[in-house]
Structure formats: structure tokens, C-alpha cells
């Protein structure tokens, strides 16, 4: 496979200097060599100018005929080519910006619900240390639902993780462990429209 700038490289290979360098050395050989060996060289030059072309044609699947005496349209397959490759990479680089914007935002924590023997074990997670007002939120969520806080380990040191048993209050109702689980969501939830409000 050849890159991009090999490619680049090809497509300008008759540029300006090195047509004014042939020309001066064309000058120079005609007078000193015979005309047989110009036109051996000549000969040579084009069948070095046919193959890079050939090689021009495969890389960018040209279809354009190779003998025709305008190799133009080559160089013309070759420059959309190289068009189209631009579009792609720019397409590429914007999906990767694209990518790269959306795990930059701000997960919403997860909780989950076990149901316990006596009450619930409750587990909310996030990637983000730094989570000021989640857990007073969620515990008015455990107080609005009627529960105690039997036991909890809370630890913001490398992500935010809240752990807690909380138990049915004696003249509350019982909650099951879906009622749980969308309490908390939702107290997620409102926690993460207070934040962004801010």
C-alpha cells in the first residue's frame, strides 16, 4: 500500500523544475550525443512515465486506459482519489471528536437494590469522585420511602460509592426492591438536574 504522500508525490511528478532540468540537460545532450541514443532515452523515460502510471492507475483504481495519448485522465482519477480520502478523514476525525465529546460528559450514577432479609442493601456508583449533594439526596429518597439506615460505607477517594442497608420503619409500608430502585433512580435523577442547574 502507498501513502498518501507517495501518492501526492506521483501525481506532481512532471512539476515545473523538472521539466526546466530536462529541457537544460536535453540542450546539453544534443549536442554532444547522436541522435539515436535521445532517442533511446526518450523511449526510456516513457516506459519509467508508463509504469509510475500504471502504478498511479492500481493505487487509486482507476479505469481510465493507460495507452491513451492524454494521461490526463489518470492524474484526474488520481486527484478525486485523493478528494475522497480527505472526506473520509475529515468524516473519521469528526466521529472521533464526536466519540470523544460523548464519554466526556457526564455519566449518571448507577444504583442497584438487593433485597435482604430485613430491609435492602443498596449500592450507587459513579466514575466521578466528585459527586457534591448525591448522597443527601439519596438518603431523603431512603427517608421519603420510610427506611433506616441500618449500615453505610460511602467513598468518593478514586469514584463515588455509596453502600447502605436500610430497613423498613415499623409503621411505614413494605417497599419491594423495584420501589427501591426507582426511588433511587429518580433521586439520581434529580440530583443531576440540580447539579446541572448550577
Known amino acids: 500500500m502507498i501513502s498518501i504522500s507517495e501518492l501526492i508525490d506521483l501525481l506532481f511528478l512532471n512539476s515545473s523544475i523538472e521539466i526546466k532540468e530536462r529541457a537544460e540537460r536535453k540542450i546539453k545532450i544534443r549536442s554532444r550525443i547522436n541522435p539515436w541514443s535521445l532517442v533511446s532515452r526518450e523511449h526510456n523515460l516513457r516506459e519509467a512515465m508508463h509504469e509510475k502510471l500504471q502504478l498511479l492507475r492500481s493505487i487509486t483504481n482507476s479505469h481510465a486506459v493507460i495507452f491513451q495519448l492524454n494521461d490526463s485522465s489518470i492524474v484526474l482519477d488520481a486527484s478525486k482519489y485523493i478528494e475522497e480520502l480527505k472526506q473520509k478523514v475529515e468524516i473519521l476525525n469528526q466521529d472521533l471528536e464526536t466519540a470523544q465529546t460523548s464519554s466526556d460528559q457526564n455519566p449518571l450514577p448507577v444504583a442497584t437494590v438487593e433485597t435482604l432479609e430485613k430491609g435492602f442493601l443498596v449500592n450507587v456508583s459513579s466514575d466521578h469522585k466528585s459527586c457534591p ?17 441500618q449500615e453505610a460505607r460511602v467513598s468518593c477517594a478514586d469514584n463515588f460509592l455509596l453502600q447502605a442497608v436500610g430497613e423498613n420503619e415499623e409503621q ?8 427501591v430502585k426507582e426511588a433511587m433512580v429518580q433521586a439520581i435523577k434529580n440530583w443531576s438536574g440540580s447539579t446541572e442547574l448550577e
Open 133 to 149: 449533594g448525591l448522597l443527601v439526596s439519596i438518603l431523603e429518597a431512603f427517608e421519603e420511602l420510610g427506611l433506616n439506615v
Open 172 to 179: 411505614a409500608e413494605s417497599n419491594d426492591a423495584q420501589v
